[in-house]
């Protein structure tokens, strides 16, 4: 299957392009878009929980975007996956390619975006709000690729799925809406009550965000609990989504 | 014997699905109303067929609507797993089943030729390489940086069959699509098949157009309600086929 994806390459390589291009032309602000989304939720998110709810924490922005950036990613691929076979039902039913390179394109396009994102932002919150970096935001890039893989096993299985049940695409939209609220990206895992921090941190949105905010933020190791929920949702997503995809995508060209 | 491609006993249902129940919601309702319950009908659409293409050979697959032409050769493809029997292939398969997959409206002819052969498992350098020749015969030097989207249907269609004929596969399944441009491009794209065949590619064509089979194919098949009826010479097999549609030889 590896050895497939790597034929594919290019095919991968070019449906990212595709859609990145097509994303951006023909707008007059073009990629700054990608940029102004993130620059709005984050003035919003700090008025209504910084200064009318008062979530007490010292330079809220930079927290919040801490969370808030990689939420975006996986949340947009966790949606964009949904539809992403069907949408691609012509070339299914006409041409062999691996199916997985469909997934797998339209979470590195959400990824893309994200580093991006990343790129800019980072950098210039930290010059603003002077939190000073510890060495363990060198720690931030493995946790990235985690995430990626995660998402990927993700968008896997709810790629698959949606072909046979479609209302799976309906119950993702809500799940997201749902998840974000109990994922600490606009609030520290601090101020859940002690003795529901046990069940908020199963979550594999929290233990990501939690890993991000200590290494990045609280310039602290991330805890072991908390990685090892990462690392057991990363590899736990890989394998049942490619067991589903694999058992869905023999039957997608008569399904689709 | 090293064949090209292999069908040992290859056959393949359909499962019809009368009230298909995509949703939670339909499939709840079929617990309790036999109405609204998924109901699945088998339509075999290739039965049993044995079949081996030898490497360089031309074979036309030729029989009527509904016959298992396509299916066949989608199976040949990988597009389909058979239900039953083994498919065997040999080498870098290119199923040419519609032209301009994969095309974008809004890219360019550039954009789009490389990522129409990337469907196809080329990589960018592979696609370096033939570019030019691709532009070149599909006669779009002048508009290759255009969106497609402002090309007439000739040009795409042009387009489509330049990258197709300029994949270079050593398997090349064909399903109709040589009916494309004026008559001047449909010459070149026949000419353009010849040269593949001397090359040693071997091809798979399905075809209603008979003089075509019998004009380019060495060998020819005739399938009907997915059962193959006959193998062999081509104007036979033509023949053959006239005779089962019960109309006569052609005119002159």
């Known amino acids: 299957m590896i050895g497939e994806l790597v034929r594919y390459r290019s095919f991968i390589k070019n449906l990212v392009l595709k859609d990145l291009k097509l994303k951006y032309r023909g707008s007059v602000l073009g990629f700054v878009w990608s940029l102004l989304y993130p620059v709005m939720m984050i003035t919003v998110y700090t008025f209504a929980f910084r200064y009318v709810l008062r979530v007490e924490i010292e330079h809220y922005p930079y927290f919040l975007l801490i969370g808030l950036l990689p939420w975006n990613f996986f949340a947009t691929s966790a949606h964009a996956s949904t539809g992403v076979i069907i949408a691609n039902a012509s070339l299914i039913k006409k041409v062999y390619f691996p199916r997985e390179t469909l997934p797998i394109a339209s979470v590195l396009f959400s990824f893309a975006q994200l580093v991006l994102a990343l790129a800019v932002f980072l950098p210039a919150l930290v010059l603003v709000s002077g939190v000073p970096l510890h060495w363990t935001a060198l720690l931030f890039v493995p946790l990235l690729g985690l995430h990626l893989l995660f998402t990927v096993g993700v968008a896997h299985l709810l790629s698959a799925v949606t072909t046979s049940f479609r209302d799976v695409a309906h119950f993702t939209e809500i799940g997201l809406l749902l998840l974000f609220w109990v994922t600490p990206i606009i609030y520290p895992i601090t101020m859940v009550p002690a003795d529901l921090q046990v069940y908020v941190k199963l979550n594999p949105a929290a233990a990501f965000t939690i890993a991000y905010q200590s290494v990045l933020f609280w310039g602290t190791l991330p805890e072991p609990a908390v990685l090892a929920t990462v690392l057991g949702w990363t590899l736990a997503m890989l394998l049942v989504g490619q067991a589903v995809f694999q058992a869905y995508s023999t039957s997608f060209a008569e399904e689709v | 014997m090293e064949w090209a491609v292999e069908l040992r006993g290859v056959s393949?249902?359909?499962?019809?699905?009368?009230?298909?129940?995509?949703?939670?919601?339909?499939?709840?309702?079929?617990?309790?109303?036999?109405?609204?319950?998924?109901?699945?009908?088998?339509l075999w659409a290739v039965r049993d067929v044995d079949l081996a293409i030898r490497p360089g050979e031309c074979l036309g697959l030729i029989g009527p609507n509904g016959s298992g032409k396509s299916t066949l050769l989608r199976l040949m493809a990988g597009i389909f797993p058979p239900?039953?029997?083994?498919?065997?292939?040999?080498?870098?398969?290119?199923?040419?089943?519609?032209?301009?997959?994969?095309?974008?409206?809004?890219?360019?002819?550039?954009?789009n030729i490389y990522l129409s052969t990337s469907l196809y498992s080329l990589s960018s350098r592979d696609t370096d390489a033939i570019y030019e020749d691709i532009v070149r015969f599909a006669e779009l030097e002048e508009f290759i940086d255009l969106p497609i989207k402002n090309y007439s249907a000739g040009m795409s269609a042009r387009l489509g069959f330049s990258i197709a004929a300029h994949l270079e596969p050593d398997v090349m399944l064909v399903d109709e699509v040589l009916a494309v441009g004026d008559e001047r491009f449909q010459q070149k794209c026949i000419e353009r098949m010849q040269e593949s065949r001397r090359r040693g590619t071997t091809i798979v064509l399905v075809s209603?157009?008979?003089?075509?089979?019998?004009?380019?194919?060495?060998?020819?098949?005739?399938?009907?309600?997915?059962?193959?009826?006959?193998?062999?010479?081509?104007?036979?097999?033509?023949?053959?086929?006239r005779e089962a549609l019960g109309i006569g030889p052609p005119p002159g």
Do not use: M
Not at chain 2, 19 to 42: M, T, V, W
């Open chain 2, 83 to 111: 239900t039953g029997g083994t498919v065997t292939t040999r080498g870098r398969v290119a199923a040419i089943i519609e032209l301009g997959l994969g095309f974008h409206p809004d890219l360019t002819g550039r954009e």
């Open chain 2, 208 to 241: 209603h157009a008979t003089g075509l089979v019998e004009r380019l194919a060495d060998r020819a098949c005739l399938l009907l309600r997915g059962r193959l009826e006959a193998d062999g010479e081509p104007a036979k097999v033509v023949a053959r086929y």
């Open chain 2, 12 to 42: 393949k249902r359909f499962l019809v699905r009368r009230n298909p129940a995509h949703s939670l919601k339909i499939r709840a309702i079929g617990l309790f109303h036999a109405r609204y319950r998924e109901r699945r009908e088998e």
